[in-house]
């Protein structure tokens, strides 16, 4: 497992470096595409870029997003067109196995379409719940408003960690399980602020 981490880090390493924006775009389609290049290091990385004063917190939160949002769009249309068969019977090259699409069908079938704009800040689930949505026939224009707004805050909160970070930004890698935790809780801060600001000024 170290070895794979490694491998991934050092291939998000070289697409940042090398690319920039264009970088932290393609690593981020290929995330939500279901390839297996986490954003948990592609968006702190980035966000270590911005410390370096190469490229701009805002830009490349926007340009996650984009890349969130093209990837899922991939991932949609092949549940769209293949289905639940074509996903078990290739999956597998991509590590999309049966138990990763059970995960998000149950979470897409307990919460719905809101399942898509919920799941976009939890590890695992964010990556294979455009499958299911595909698979439903989920409307698009839906499907792509809850994909880019839930992408948002997520792509954000990993660059800023990994801004502050600065140098150490890899040290996120050894948190991996426990960052649905926290994503969920600053969302559900942030909503709540959000809320009492805007019924305040109300």
């Known amino acids: 497992m170290a070895g794979i981490i490694e491998t991934v880090t050092n291939f998000a390493i070289y697409l940042i470096e090398d690319l920039g ?14 390839i297996p290049l986490p954003s948990e290091v592609i968006m702190p990385l980035s966000g270590f870029v911005v410390y370096r004063g190469e490229m701009g917190l805002l830009g490349i939160t926007i340009v996650g997003a984009v890349g969130n949002l093209i990837g ?26 049966p138990a990763k699409l059970d995960m998000a069908h149950e979470w897409f079938n307990k ?15 964010r990556t294979f719940i455009s499958l ?5 026939e989920m409307d698009l224009k839906k499907f792509t408003i809850y994909t880019f707004v839930g992408s948002l805050p997520w792509c954000f909160v990993l660059a800023y960690m ?10 996120i890698e050894e948190y991996f399980h426990y960052m649905d935790i926290v994503m969920v809780i600053a969302v559900v801060i942030l909503a709540v602020y959000l809320v009492h600001k805007y019924w305040r000024d109300y």
């Open 111 to 125: 919460y719905g379409h809101e399942a898509v704009l919920i799941s976009r800040v939890l590890p695992i689930i």
């Open 21 to 34: 924006y264009w970088g932290v775009f393609i690593g981020m389609i290929l995330e939500s595409a279901c």
């Open 132 to 136: 299911p949505a595909g698979i439903t």
């Open 72 to 97: 899922s769009w991939i991932a949609y249309f092949v549940g769209l067109k293949g289905g639940r068969p074509f996903l078990e019977k290739y999956g597998k090259y991509v590590l999309i196995s």
């Open 162 to 171: 990994g801004f502050m970070l600065g140098p150490n930004w890899n040290i």
